[in-house]
């Protein structure tokens, strides 16, 4: 049906991508033993670029998003691969250079708004201290700046609540602060990390539009990490699916969403409700994808999906599939989809 | 949707029995736990085992040998009455142990019921018995225990019960604390809506919850109470010589600290290092048994 | 800020008022007749029944602590038994000098342990967290009236650099600080360890982090004033320990504080004094607890701002 071509190990960055990942791997040194959290992961985003990260709890997502920055605790955490950032190989990057990086070329927002402004610090002196140590403004200009951010995240009279403490503001108001901080130096790329799950649905599409309008100002590439596939179709233009540490499909969203391939992927987008559709078994309940995610101190050989895989073959229990092109904007890892394979999905 | 649960328990465990065996676990893990436990073991058996390591008595004196350094005859030297030092150390051992568990015992027998009835039932009790607390708890410690020692006299049995007493509030600040917390669970509600009785409630959900930071706590306790039976017995308030207590031998040593120094240093070691194996042992059950459950 | 105040001094009150009954009661509960150990072995019953009378101790109870309350309030604390001068007089010149004692003992503890436990916090299990870790743990178990006394061996017996005991210029005061100070810097050091621990593990730092701020700058701009809070609650608690402590210590060192006093007042008997010296210990011990809450408001905008 259609061939694949594999994709090359060690691919020179892309030239048109600012954040270019290859083969990343991190692991944690627990008590109980090593635990593999991102097992391969590849990426390339491009300037402007909005690109979805979407995976379960517990898939890598975050710990790849803190990897790019270096925030993992340097002792429990090995942190392999390559990671380029405009030329510069991140994880070689001395701790000096990454502190100029941080905040300024590349940022990042969290997913509690609550805990992740320092309660006994004003809210204006937190954006300042972004400009202060990356513009080299000084703390009167810096915080003046921080008004003008807080307008631009359209938070009502910002003179006034230059001056308050986190607790003051609402969930949706916090959050537009920490965008205001992440944005306050103009970055080229932000790694937004479950920015709206933590809010309510209403507020989550005000955040949302929030985020894309800026982006378009400041020319900002934004990697939105989420579990939320509604987000992901509203608001990306390129998805990365996760699961278990690895990249299992990567494609346009509309492709995705029409026409998936890998069947976690299937398994996901089947299980999501629709208002007054049937289900394709006929049955009255939510088609589900069996079992459970498989522990990280214990992930299954081969392909790391395969014993919920409805599709599973001998190969898939014995070797893990390489990540391969697949048309041009797709990547599979599935041995279904590569030459290996003998059984073609025909779907 | 599959589960959101990235670690795969075998099966859902009950909490009771495998809580413990993981505080266990956990506990032999921690190597200061376990040499503050061997300490304590050394401590139990040579207080228990004292006639055996010293035959004779440690009280008489033997004033030829008085004041004499530590020598192959006298593994600790001799007190200013010519009595063996680590006989009398052996044997304080005993007193130190009686006046820990006891004053500790105190603490739980009338701090735990307190504390159960006021967290639980609330209301005027609770106002009455916070307000008496909150009295007791405005005095520092050591100067409570000294008041009552005033009041009631000196002696094992008075220093027993005025370090006893100085501990009850605090015991039942800590379970009170813990039954306010577990009174708002959901099983206690449902008990209650069944139809259970409350006393049952009380001892069949809220006491074995109570009784890991009562644990915890009351290790460390036990250690305070031989510095403050010490103490007072270094003030002359307290266990009265002959008598040998840690605490009055030092008091009485003090004299001699020029000529022979001896006499004060040793039973302050014993004191140091047995107060040492509580604090290690409890700090370790801390961190072991449920370090969530909200305790000084 | 200052309505908040008012009103804390307005709830000890009742404290106040129930620790003088306390007190009183208790004091009052003594298996034996004060007006009999007053009077002396010698005396006749007609003498002791004299004193009693003089005492107002033949009034019903509930009188005697009308008047008891009545002379407190005019900060009449009644004679001591021993040197028939007033409480009052012989308390305060020793006042100043336990206070003295307590405040500096509790600086060299915030100077020693604060710091101490920052270093513990940001290098967790490396050699210097456990020597701290180590340190703190002898600290806390170490009996202080025992420590004074090794002390006392080693640098005044020995080294003959710092006196023995009594009081005078600074050099007097450096021993006893000391001693008393060993268990609050052990107890501060482990309290701020875990507290920064604890703050170093938020959101809010990851996110700091994520801004480009340097470590030091992240632990003294952003966790710092947030580990505070329970460290200053902390120093609160164990002041108490630490007037305990008082009585130990300033009795190795025969420091001329009320502490020693009350010792001596104990084993003479001198009720009006006993009770004269723990109320005051009291009295400090509550004031001290509502400082702290003061600074306790004034560092937590959450209460401070609403």
């Given at each position: ?17 600012i954040l270019?990942?290859r ?11 090593d ?10 985003i ?11 709890s517990?898939?890598g ?12 605790p ?8 390559q990671?380029?950032f ?15 990086i ?10 509690e ?9 004003k809210i204006?002196d ?17 915080r ?9 995240v ?6 006034v ?14 959050q ?10 103009q ?35 934004i ?57 394709k078994?006929?049955s009255?309940s939510?088609d ?5 995610v ?7 050989d ?23 092109l ?8 599935c041995?279904l989809t590569?030459?290996?394979?003998v ?5 | ?10 099966a ?31 401590f139990?058996l ?8 010293y ?12 004041l004499e ?62 307000r ?9 410690p ?11 006299g ?12 100085a ?5 039942i600040?800590?379970?009170?604390g ?16 069944v139809?259970?009785r ?5 001892v069949?959900?809220i006491?074995?919850?109570?009784m890991?930071?009562?644990i ?16 007072l017995g270094?003030?002359?308030?307290g ?18 600290l ?5 006499v ?8 140091f ?11 370790g059950?801390r961190?072991a ?8 | 800020?200052?309505?908040y ?22 004091l ?7 007006a009999?150990v ?10 002791i029944e004299?004193i ?25 604390l009644g004679?001591?038994?021993r ?18 004692l307590?405040?500096?003992?509790t ?17 967790p299990?490396?050699?210097?967290d ?8 002898f ?7 025992w ?5 006392i061996?080693?640098?005044s ?24 100070a ?15 621990m ?22 003294w ?8 809070i ?5 120093i ?24 020693r ?17 723990i ?28």
């Amino acid at each position: 049906m259609v061939c694949a071509t594999p994709w090359i190990r060690g691919w020179a960055m892309n030239s048109d991508s600012i954040l270019s990942i290859r083969d990343l791997q991190v692991s944690f040194k627990t008590f109980d033993g090593d635990v593999r959290a991102v097992n391969g992961f590849n990426l390339d985003i491009g300037a402007s670029e909005t690109v979805g990260l979407v995976g379960e709890s517990g898939c890598g997502k975050s710990v790849t998003a803190k990897a790019i920055l270096g925030l993992l605790p340097k002792k429990a955490a090995m942190v392999d691969g390559q990671i380029l950032f405009r030329n510069q190989e991140l994880l070689q990057l001395p701790e000096k250079e990454m502190l100029r990086i941080r905040g300024n070329d590349i940022s990042m927002i969290f997913q509690e708004p609550m805990t992740s402004l320092n309660p006994v610090m004003k809210i204006g002196d937190q954006i300042a201290e972004a400009l202060v140590l990356h513009q080299d403004l000084s703390w009167t200009q810096a915080r003046k700046k921080a008004i003008e951010m807080l307008d631009r995240v359209h938070i009502p009279s910002p003179e006034v609540r230059v001056g308050n403490y986190p607790h003051s503001l609402s969930g949706g108001m916090r959050q537009r602060a920490m965008i205001a901080m992440a944005l306050s130096c103009q970055p080229a790329l932000l790694l937004a990390d479950e920015p709206t799950t933590a809010l309510d649905v209403t507020i989550q599409a005000q955040i949302m539009e929030l985020m894309l309008q800026l982006q378009t100002k400041l020319n900002t590439a934004i990697l939105l990490i989420t579990h939320d596939l509604g987000l992901i179709a509203e608001s990306a233009e390129r998805v990365l699916v996760m699961y278990a540490g690895r990249v299992v499909e990567e494609a346009m969203v509309a492709d995705l969403f029409h026409d998936p391939l890998h069947p976690y992927t299937k398994g996901l987008l089947g299980s999501v409700p629709v208002l007054g559709a049937k289900f394709k078994s006929g049955s009255k309940s939510l088609d589900e994808i069996p079992g459970v995610v498989p522990s990280l101190f214990n992930l299954p050989d081969g392909c790391a999906f395969h014993p919920r895989c409805p599709k599973a073959m001998d190969i898939c229990r014995k070797e893990m599939p390489p990540q391969t092109l697949f048309e041009p904007d797709r990547k599979v890892s599935c041995w279904l989809t590569t030459e290996k394979g003998v059984d073609h999905d025909a779907a | 949707m599959a589960s959101q649960n990235t670690e795969l328990l075998p099966a859902a465990e009950a909490v009771g029995s495998s809580q413990w065996q993981r505080g266990v676990a956990k506990l032999l893990r921690n190597r200061a736990a376990v040499v503050g436990g061997i300490i304590i073991v050394i401590f139990l058996l040579s207080a228990l085992f004292a006639p055996i390591l010293y035959p004779g008595n440690p009280n008489a004196p033997n004033l030829i040998h008085s004041l004499e350094r530590p020598s192959a005859s006298h593994l600790l030297g001799t007190d200013q009455l010519g009595r063996d030092i680590l006989g009398r150390i052996l044997y304080g051992g005993r007193v130190s142990l009686t006046i820990a568990l006891g004053s500790v015992a105190m603490g739980m027998i009338f701090g735990i019921p307190l504390g159960l009835v006021s967290g639980y039932f609330g209301g005027k009790t609770d106002f009455l018995v916070q307000r008496l607390t909150d009295i007791m708890l405005s005095f520092p410690p050591f100067i409570l225990a000294l008041a009552l020692v005033a009041v009631l006299g000196v002696g094992l049995k008075n220093t027993l019960i005025s370090v006893g007493i100085a501990g009850i509030p605090h015991t039942i600040r800590i379970t009170r604390g813990c039954v306010l917390s577990i009174r708002e669970q959901v099983y206690v509600e449902a008990a209650r809506a069944v139809g259970t009785r409350d006393s049952v409630i009380l001892v069949r959900h809220i006491l074995p919850n109570v009784m890991v930071p009562i644990i915890v706590n009351s290790t460390l306790f036990l250690g305070m109470a031989i510095l403050f039976a010490a103490g007072l017995g270094f003030l002359g308030v307290g266990i009265q010589p002959p008598t040998p207590e840690w605490g009055t031998m030092l008091g009485s040593g003090r004299s001699y600290l020029f000529a022979a120094p001896h006499v004060a240093t040793f039973p302050g070691i014993a004191i140091f290092l047995v107060v040492l194996g509580f604090n290690l042992l409890g700090d370790g059950l801390r961190d072991a048994l449920d370090p969530r459950m909200g305790y000084e | 800020m200052a309505r908040y105040f008012f009103g804390r001094l307005i709830s000890t009150i009742p404290v106040l008022l129930g620790i003088t009954l306390f007190l009183f009661f208790i004091l009052r509960a003594l298996p034996g007749d004060p007006a009999a150990v007053i009077a002396g072995q010698t005396a006749t019953d007609t003498e002791i029944e004299l004193i009693r009378h003089q005492l107002g101790l033949d009034k019903p109870v509930i009188v005697q602590y009308k008047i008891f309350m009545t002379r407190l309030v005019m900060l009449d604390l009644g004679n001591s038994t021993r040197t028939q001068n007033p409480v009052i007089e012989e308390i305060r010149p020793r006042l100043v000098n336990t206070v003295l004692l307590a405040l500096v003992a509790t600086l060299i503890a915030c100077i020693l342990g604060i710091p101490a436990g920052i270093v513990a916090a940001v290098r967790p299990y490396t050699w210097m967290d456990n020597l701290v870790t180590i340190l703190a743990l002898f600290g806390m178990s170490m009996p202080a009236f025992w420590l004074g006394l090794m002390l006392i061996v080693i640098f005044s017996v020995n080294w003959h650099i710092l006196p023995v005991g009594g009081a005078g210029g600074i050099e007097y005061l450096v021993l006893p600080a000391i001693t008393l100070a060993a268990y609050l810097i052990a107890s501060i050091a482990r309290n701020t360890r875990s507290s920064m621990m604890e703050t170093l593990s938020q959101d809010y730092i990851t996110t700091a982090h994520a801004k480009g701020v340097s470590e030091k700058v992240v632990i003294w701009r952003h966790a710092l004033k947030n580990s505070f809070i329970p460290i200053i609650t902390v120093i609160g608690l164990q002041f108490g320990s630490l007037l305990g402590g008082t009585v130990l210590t300033e009795t190795v060192f025969a420091w001329p504080g009320i502490g020693r006093l009350l010792v001596s007042s104990i084993l003479g008997r001198d009720y009006p004094m006993i009770q004269g010296i723990i109320l005051v210990f009291a009295l400090l011990f509550v004031l001290t607890n509502i400082l702290v809450d003061l600074i306790y408001v004034f560092l937590d905008p959450k209460v401070r701002y609403g």
